[in-house]
């Protein structure tokens, strides 16, 4: 998936400005920068949930405004930063609706499977049959991911998919993102903040600021004092553990 | 998935249905003289079909409608249709007479009444859906402000109005159960096929919809269209059901809403049929109270009014803890 010169403009504000990367297939890629960078808006765009002004987003050669829809559903699924649902539903039916590409309203037996997985990898078997909306936060989010998983999609894009975890289950939702990727050979394109997770769990990174790429490169590329420094505004320091660069800010 | 929920549901449906069967059948049969079966029939079993008709179309529209806008506690008739209704019937009656075709001939009136309320409300509310994101306070706010527009033209209309035009005008626009319009029948069901039938992908992804626009896209579902065609459906079940019995889409808010508390489930197939029996159930049993309890004294529509308005506080208050 390559972008061009994404841009986006809500009232006139520069959002997102001429935002050009290519997301490498088959990698970890986490986007880090402030709160109003333009991630999610990046996010959006490139999974044609939000509209944007100008600029390419070319999905497999072709723009991600002329697929189907419904194929793109197969190809490529989104957590989207804020989800609402208000609906009398289990988390078993929500992870279901993963499969709504694939079967419709009807779940065969291998959709059952797939569910089962998805289920069994966010660890949610105890409460697959209770009501959503009487979960804590964290539950619903770990649901929400689940379904996304379900979806089985070449292409997962997660907007802040730490949300609300706790430290085990933020640390199991990153293994995951690695076998996603290692075994299942899947693209992750993710938001997060917490900027070691991105170190230790990803293969790119893409720093945000102001609505445009203030660094783009591979972990250890991103991972230096000075950019960060420089993005955050924060002081930093970096260590390194297991090979890979870690952060101190403070 | 068939889960246990799903076919406990299932059973509840079906104790329902023979609910309603026995409604209807007390309704055709209590009191009836055996001397004059075939007349009483020929009065009663119209009457029934109207309200099992305006049952079903309030019962769907009113789930469909809170599944789109995202919220429970809304009825279509926040829609601004009901005023709209009444001021076309008092325009026609103005303009033209009420012994003229448009007033006079009811299935004339009723498609006079169809094409205004469908294209009102997809101009209005398809125009503003797009504009305002789905946001539902807007829809709600201009249902108001077209409530009293509606209302205060047809009001002025009636001040100017000849006296004698206006009495016939009143007994088509405060409609009870008990002054049903049967003419309608034929029309308004091929208008709820015809709406079935068209609206069938829409309604199978009523589920998926429900989900959000963000989640019913992500699953590759065109969320702007079928919401936009879906309104549509809503307006003209609420045109089928105004015309057929006047204003009373209220009840939709006290049947979705049993139907929810009841079913508690996602759903739609299973919620817009429970909701459509506890509608058939409320009117049918309802009009066989009124008139052999009460005599026709009082007119259902004040039950449905005052045990709504009680059934809505109940929700506003048990609501607030979300
Ligand atoms: N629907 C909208 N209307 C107007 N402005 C918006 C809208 N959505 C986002 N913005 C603005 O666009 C900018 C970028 O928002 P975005 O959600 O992409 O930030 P973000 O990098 O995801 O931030 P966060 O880390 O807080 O999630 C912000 O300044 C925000 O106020
Ligand atoms: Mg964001």
């Not at chain 1, 909306?133 to 907007?159: C, K, P």
């Not at chain 1, 949300?163 to 993102?177: E, G, Q, S």
């Not at chain 2, 609910?19 to 003289?33: I, T």
């Amino acid at each position: 998936m390559k972008v061009t010169e994404l841009t986006k403009q809500y009232d006139g504000k520069t959002v997102v400005d001429s935002v050009s990367f290519e997301i490498p297939k088959g990698k970890v890629l986490s986007l880090i920068g402030p709160n109003g960078a333009g991630k999610s808006t990046v996010m959006g765009i490139i999974s044609r949930l939000i509209a944007r002004d100008a600029g390419l987003v070319d999905f497999e050669g072709q723009d991600i405004s002329r697929w189907k829809s419904k194929e793109l559903s197969k190809r490529l699924a989104i957590l989207t930063q804020s989800n609402q649902i208000q609906m009398k539903l289990t988390v078993r039916e929500l992870v279901a609706f993963g499969r709504f590409p694939y079967s419709g309203g009807r779940i065969t037996a291998e959709d059952e499977a797939i569910i089962d997985q998805a289920i069994t990898y966010m660890e949610l078997d105890e409460m697959q049959d209770r009501f959503i909306d009487e979960l804590s936060g964290g539950q619903r989010q770990r649901a929400m991911i689940a379904m996304v998983i379900a979806q089985d999609t070449e292409f997962v894009l997660l907007d802040e998919p730490t949300n609300n975890l706790d430290i085990y289950h933020a640390t199991n939702m990153m293994k995951i993102v690695r076998r996603l990727c290692d075994e299942l050979g899947k693209t992750v394109i993710l938001v997060l903040h917490e900027i070691n997770y991105a170190a230790f769990y990803s293969d790119y990174i893409c720093a945000f600021a102001d609505g445009k790429i203030a660094k783009f490169g591979t972990v250890k590329e991103v991972m230096t004092r000075q950019t960060l420094s420089q993005i955050y505004k924060v002081d930093f320091e970096i260590m390194e553990i297991e090979g890979k660069p870690l952060s101190i800010y403070y | 998935m068939r889960t246990a929920a799903h076919r406990a549901n299932a059973r509840k449906l079906i104790l329902m249905a023979a609910l309603v069967l026995l409604a209807a059948a007390a309704y055709l049969l209590v009191e009836v003289n055996p001397k004059y079966f075939s007349y009483a029939m020929s009065l009663r079993i119209p009457k029934l079909i109207v309200m099992l008709i305006a049952a079903f179309s309030i019962g769907g529209a009113s789930i469909v409608f809170q599944s789109i806008i995202n919220n429970t506690i809304v009825t279509p008739c926040l829609l601004g249709m009901n005023s709209l209704y009444t001021l076309i019937h008092t325009a026609v009656v103005f303009v033209a007479g009420s012994g003229s075709i448009l007033a006079a001939n009811a299935n004339v009136s009723f498609a006079v009444d169809l094409v205004i309320m469908g294209v009102a409300a997809t101009l209005i509310y398809g125009y503003l859906f797009q504009k305002t994101n789905h946001n539902v306070l807007y829809v709600l706010l201009i249902g108001t402000v077209l409530t009293s527009f509606f209302g205060s033209i047809q009001s002025t209309l009636t001040r100017v109005m000849d006296p004698n035009e206006y009495d016939t005008l009143l007994t088509t626009l405060v409609a009870s159960f008990s002054n049903v319009n049967s003419e309608i029948i034929l029309f308004s069901l091929a208008v709820l096929a015809v709406l079935i039938f068209a609206l069938r992908r829409d309604l199978a992804l009523l589920d998926v919809l429900t989900l959000g626009k963000a989640q019913a896209t992500n699953l590759g579902v065109d969320y702007d269209r079928s919401i936009r065609r879906l309104l549509l459906g809503v307006t003209l079940a609420i045109a089928v059901a105004t015309a057929m019995v006047g204003p009373i889409s209220f009840m939709g808010l006290i049947i979705a809403n049993l139907s929810r508390q009841l079913l508690k489930t996602y759903r739609h197939s299973q919620l817009i049929l429970g909701s459509v029996f506890f509608g058939m159930i409320i009117l049918v049993a309802g009009q066989l109270i009124v008139e052999h309890v009460y005599s026709y004294a009082i007119p259902i529509s004040v039950f449905i009014t005052v045990g709504g308005g009680i059934y809505f506080l109940y929700l506003l208050l048990t609501k607030r803890r979300v």
